[in-house]
């Protein structure tokens, strides 16, 4: 992206947030630090034209570029940093290497322990990216995340791959079920009060959120007395955030992929507001099914996950239709068996 491009990206997200009392710029790659100038120019237009606007920067890196001037400059500015590691050694350079052929653990784990020796404070603050891939050694994984020196102070999100647009299905080994069973089956015993926190694995952790989210989904979208719906899934594409591309167009957000289908404007001519009544509609091309579905009102499928060829299809849709409501049954169950056992969901409520 060229420099008048994405200070123009600002300038829209700007005069497009009047009443939102905080933002946040991302910034998005491959990786974000090839363009540290770029980013550098970003943050100053920023500070220098909207010092009264609260401003957030984030960005996800793998840390193999990262130099001593780019880690006083994060630092000074507090820009907040996603580090991209898939796990100890032996894991991160099977599957993050060099073009040259050679693994980068040695590498990002020299890069963060500079950062961590500048600003440990500030370091504490970072999170880490996880994706378990299939038939990597998860509970090497599991124990890296969880004890490495370095890396186990900061929180971390751990993700499976992501299969949008692969040709062929993604599948797990037995390992990788098990060990996820074993540390939710953790997870509950400590949300119960039967074991301390510290004692569940961070691949479960997250899951926490998600119990908590789907009760509280259970009491926003019970069907007492529902009369109109829309199904789940979409956000409303231009409302909470936009995916500003190369050229200035405009994407709902980073997931979905870059084809001219899904764009919802650019910063010549602001939103097209047609196309996001289409995107938001896109439910209508399983009405029937939709409205004959159990799950219509919790259904997870994002536009992004219905996409083949750069086009939104009912088939793709209804292909992952039995994915969404396995997820869904297990989610309902993850809430029926912390209230069957006591869990007080009330009291979590009040003590957020």
Request: hydrophobic share 35%; aromatic share 10%; proline share 3%.
């Amino acid at each position: 992206m060229d420099e008048q491009t994405a200070l123009r990206a600002v300038d829209f997200i700007m005069s497009h947030s009047s009443e939102v009392e905080e933002i946040t710029i991302g910034f998005y790659g491959g990786e974000p630090f090839l363009e540290f100038e770029l980013i550098k120019k970003v943050v100053q237009y920023v500070k220098e034209l909207y010092p009264e606007k609260k401003v957030r920067f984030n960005l996800t890196t793998n840390m193999t570029l990262v130099s001593d001037e780019i880690i006083e400059y994060i630092i000074k500015n507090n820009i907040e940093v996603m580090i991209s590691i898939d796990g100890p050694e032996s894991v991160q350079d099977k599957y993050r290497v060099f073009a040259g052929g050679q693994g980068s653990y040695a590498k990002v784990a020299q890069n963060v322990s500079k950062l961590c020796e500048k600003d440990a404070e500030y370091y504490r603050k970072c999170m880490t990216n996880t994706v378990l891939s299939p038939g990597c050694d998860c509970e090497a994984v599991r124990d890296f995340l969880d004890h490495d020196e370095l890396f186990s102070p900061l929180t971390s999100m751990v993700t499976q791959v992501n299969d949008v647009g692969l040709k062929e299905q993604i599948e797990y080994d037995d390992s990788y079920y098990k060990m996820m069973r074993r540390e939710k089956f953790k997870l509950f015993l400590a949300m119960l009060g039967e074991i301390e926190f510290d004692k569940v694995s961070k691949v479960a952790r997250q899951h926490m959120a998600t119990i908590l989210q789907t009760y509280q989904m259970l009491k926003t979208n019970g069907t007492d007395g529902l009369k109109i719906s829309h199904p789940g899934g979409p956000c409303v594409p231009g409302k909470k955030r936009v995916f500003v591309d190369v050229d200035g167009n405009f994407y709902p957000c980073e997931r979905i992929s870059e084809y001219e289908n899904f764009q919802i404007g650019n910063l010549d001519e602001g939103f097209d507001y047609d196309r996001i009544r289409n995107m938001l509609n896109v439910g209508k091309c399983t009405r029937k099914e939709c409205l004959d579905c159990w799950a219509f009102l919790y259904c997870g499928t994002c536009i992004a996950n219905m996409t083949e060829e750069g086009t939104a299809t009912k088939a793709m849709r209804m292909r992952r239709c039995p994915g969404e409501k396995n997820v869904l049954i297990s989610q309902l169950s993850d809430v029926e068996i912390m209230k069957h056992y006591g869990f007080d969901f009330m009291q979590m409520e009040e003590e957020k």
